[in-house]
């Protein structure tokens, strides 16, 4: 049994909790080191008759290209922050009340919240950013049902709350059908340590919310996050409702604001579930633009799972290059010759190299930003028509790291129906 230093005693009562023994058995595997060290690991999985050498030769790719040491002392040096400030004591959240004297949920955890690792208990906990009535909380729960679902204010600190054992899993967005990437929540999965064990989808469903007894007519500004303001902007001057929109952080945390102060000129965009928290009316119920709204949520924890071929499964890699714009025509070919189909590929600047310029000395005219590219594809690692083609990208770039091979989310959905609102 190991036994952790539980944290601070105002760290949101996540005191008297056992860690879990980790003096399990385990069956035989394979540990491939990759990305920060991390190992993927993999039982025989029995594909194609290939030996256990054949598979270790094939997935050497994950060992091959890591990070420069340089860049993984910098990632260490930044957790090691994490725990300075966690030595500070943090006082107990206080309840918030509103008019009709109903609590509000508590504050999300902030950065000086991460306390040294808790103890465990039997509930699974998974991390989340936003305040409580957050789409996310939603597609936490999603996830996995009956968890116990902790608001985080960041996207960091949903990263860092699973890697110092505050919570089990994170849950966080990474596209819109509308909004497109999330690009911060891109580069966080390169920095962080964490493995990508599954994905979930959720229909997003905006309501306008306001305090009881107003009316629109009553209202001077509309607040939500930047995303949700876009998604509806058509359809509030169809209801006539032509005031000042005001980004803010989140949807709920704008719902949250609006109770909180009393805000009676006031409304914001949420969803149903944010209205009851926080006891606002629905002033106008799925108000987006577009029905066929979607967010994609990936789950990440400490360690990877085990790929299968029995179910349709989804392998995410990122990988950089310094040969030239013709390198990415030759990684596209590896998957296009083996029928992979690719969902994703997203392109992020690299954030070690910027810029190339014409020569070695970095004199002369910039040519074009360096980037790291993110792929989604429709395969497990489990079969050897994936490990081939990532034994053959291997060959062409300077940095491949496996962000997780796992389930495909296959949730039948229909925009019309109700039961995808999130209440």
Known sequence: MLTLTPPSSGSLNYRNRVRPSLNRVIPTRITVKCGYGYGFESTNFGVGGSSRADFQSSCAILASKVISQKDESHAGGENNHAGAVNGHKTAVTDLVHIGNDKPLPPKPLTITDLSPAPMHGSQLRVAYQGCPGAYSEAAAGKAYPNSEAIPCDQFEVAFQSVELWIADRAVLPVENSLGGSIHRNYDLLLRHRLHIVGEVQLPVHHCLLALPGIRKEYLTRVISHPQALAQCEHTLTKIGLNVAREAVDDTAGAAEFVATNNLRDTAAIASARAAELYGLNVLADGIQDDPNNVTRFVMLAREPIIPRTDRPFKTSIVFAHDKGTSVLFKVLSAFAFRNISLTKIESR??????????????????????????????????EVRAQNALAEVQEFTSFLRVLGSYPMDMTPWNPSSTSHRQH
């Open 349 to 382: 600047p690299h954030r070690g190299r910027p810029i190339r310029v014409v020569d070695d000395e970095s004199e002369g005219t910039a040519k074009h930003f360096e980037y790291m590219f993110y792929i989604d594809f429709e395969a497990s690692m489990a």
